[in-house]
């Protein structure tokens, strides 16, 4: 694969070329040490130096090794609202730091050389890291732009918090997960989410005419990203000017019900149903149900198009302990700090997964066995272990059995998961069998 590839858009290759067997053939990449931010000056200086600039209009914030820095400053590059986490005092997570895990080793998915949990960091491109046990954080490292009072973008771990929130909302019956998208949101009546139901686009099991190939120019996932401004526009750009002007326009391909197609239009379409039914935004709910009773210890914040929408395929940014505490609440079915946050009946529902036969294995070569629900990613392995994933290497990994929490954020080249996860996935199991010993 020629490094022209790394210069271009962050977003890269598709899940569809890693099954055809791009996961074997990741290339060879300038190692964390030699992309470090702090190192390479990266946004440095009064002003900094032309070579040393990031921005969003010439594109360069979406370019690697750039993105070290930009995916821990995306507030300096786009416009975001406020996910508040109130006036009350911050909710303490107990520490007990082990010195034994960094030496805790596995077998990379595809190798037969041993790594360790240490070498998995630097191999990840990881920003930080933070593990609990038990609800105590027993590891926590940062590197490169990141530090402890700063946030990171989340990528799709993002479509998680819609998808919670969703599915509260359905549990209160807010919202009739039979009832089709458009009985909430009209406007979508003539789209294809107008006769997909509140379950299917939950699931993504809609039939739509979208595109997420990012080698494909004329792909759909360009035109949604631009029409919410996440990515600059092209001089004399005439398309839709907003997230939902984009669904609008989404045309439907096969039948709902499906298997699983994953598409991030699905949350957009979600984010829209939920500001619906509930009149507030997303950020607005998520700092009322979710985050100031949490008691986090820093805001969040969204990226949002032109007129305020939340970019809800990916616009998340926050605290990596502020999510180790979302983690947390999950693991202990929805309870945390002794108030019940979410109803315990719609973790379950998350932890117990969908359909097994609706998961296209091919198109997942990584993850064996595993299936999608409420916009979680659900392993059914021997530990119940289930996922909030994203691409670059974002990830909340919930594991039950070992009472286990990891929370990380990364700049990865690479942007698909099967190019970390097979250095993810083995770590996550050797950390949570040995904490279990």
Not at 104 to 117: C, E, H, R, Y
Not at 260 to 285: C, P
Not at 354 to 366: I, N, W
């Amino acid at each position: 694969m020629k490094r022209s590839l790394l210069r271009g858009t962050v977003m890269g290759l598709t899940m569809t070329a890693a099954a055809s067997g791009l996961l074997a053939q990741t290339p060879t990449l300038p190692t964390a040490a030699q992309t470090d931010p702090v190192a390479l000056g990266w946004m440095v200086g009064s002003p900094p130096p032309a070579d040393k600039l990031i921005r969003f209009a010439d594109g360069s914030g979406y370019k690697f090794p750039q993105t070290r820095w930009s995916f821990s400053n995306f507030r300096q590059l786009l416009p975001t609202t406020q996910v508040s986490r109130g006036t009350g005092a911050p909710v303490p997570l107990p520490r007990a730091l082990r010195d034994d895990l960094d030496a805790v080793s596995f077998v990379p998915l595809g190798k037969d050389t041993p790594m360790t949990w240490a070498q998995a960091f630097d191999a990840n491109y990881t920003d930080g890291v933070v593990v609990l046990h038990k609800g105590r954080i027993v590891y926590e490292r940062y590197a490169g732009a990141l530090r402890p009072e700063g946030q990171h973008i989340s990528m799709s771990v993002t479509k998680s918090f819609f998808g919670t929130l969703g599915a509260m909302l359905v549990a209160e019956g807010k919202l009739d997960e039979n009832a089709p998208v458009s009985r909430y949101v009209p406007e979508l009546k003539d789209s294809a989410f107008g006769d997909a139901t509140i379950r299917q686009v939950l699931d993504m099991r809609t039939g739509l005419k979208y595109s997420e190939n990012y080698l494909d120019p004329n792909a759909e996932i360009w035109q949604h990203t631009r029409a919410g401004g996440v990515l600059p526009r092209p001089p004399g750009y005439q398309g839709p000017q907003t997230f939902y002007e984009f669904l609008q326009t989404v045309k439907k391909e096969g039948e709902h019900g499906g298997s699983f197609a994953y598409k991030t239009v699905n949350s957009d379409a979600l984010g829209w149903v939920i500001r619906r039914a509930t009149g507030q935004s997303i950020g607005q709910l998520l700092s009322e149900r979710i985050w100031s009773r949490l008691g986090m210890e820093q805001d969040a914040y969204f990226t949002v198009d032109s007129v305020g929408n939340e970019f809800a395929g990916g616009g998340l940014n926050a605290g990596l302990r502020d999510m180790a505490r979302f983690g947390e609440m999950m693991r202990n079915q929805g309870k945390f700090n002794g108030q019940q946050i979410i109803p315990a009946a719609v973790v379950q529902d998350i932890a117990k997964g969908g359909d097994k036969s609706a998961f296209p294995q091919a198109t997942f070569p990584t993850l064996p066995g595993w299936s999608y629900r409420n916009m979680w990613w659900v392993s059914n392995n021997e530990h119940g272990a289930y996922s909030a994933r994203g691409i670059h290497g974002q990830a909340i990994y919930i594991d039950p059995k070992a009472e286990m929490v990891i929370v990380r954020f990364a700049s990865h080249p690479m942007p698909n998961n099967p190019f970390n996860d097979p250095n993810s996935l083995p770590a996550y199991m050797a950390l949570a069998k040995h904490l279990m010993k």
